[in-house]
């Protein structure tokens, strides 16, 4: 049924944790915003089934502190992340191995 959703906004919500395959099935998401929610953990697998088409990701005013090296690794088209008013103080390497600036 979701299957032709191309923008998802799910900005200001309890969202704490983004579980493993919390995306599945989104193959034609283009757009996801969660802004302004509680996030704090993002699972390594959160966004593998999304789909390649995603292009923007807006994980922006949230509580995140650190981001997992594979959490990027499958948005192969991804142009555009928001990750300000967050409190990451560590990103690790290869976290965004394969994109570009």
Do not use: C, W
Request: glycine share 6%.
């Amino acid at each position: 049924m979701l299957k032709k959703l191309t923008f998802l906004n799910l900005n200001y919500n309890p969202i704490s944790v983004l579980n493993e395959g919390a995306f599945d099935g989104l193959v034609m998401l283009e757009r996801l915003s969660l802004y302004d929610n509680h996030i704090t953990h993002i699972n390594d697998n959160a966004f593998k089934g999304i789909g390649r088409k995603l292009m923007r990701l807006n994980l922006g005013k949230n509580k995140l502190k650190y981001i997992p090296t594979d959490t990027f690794h499958p948005l192969t088209n991804l142009e555009v992340l928001d990750l300000h008013e967050n409190r990451i103080s560590q990103i690790p390497d290869g976290a965004f191995e394969g994109k570009s600036e």
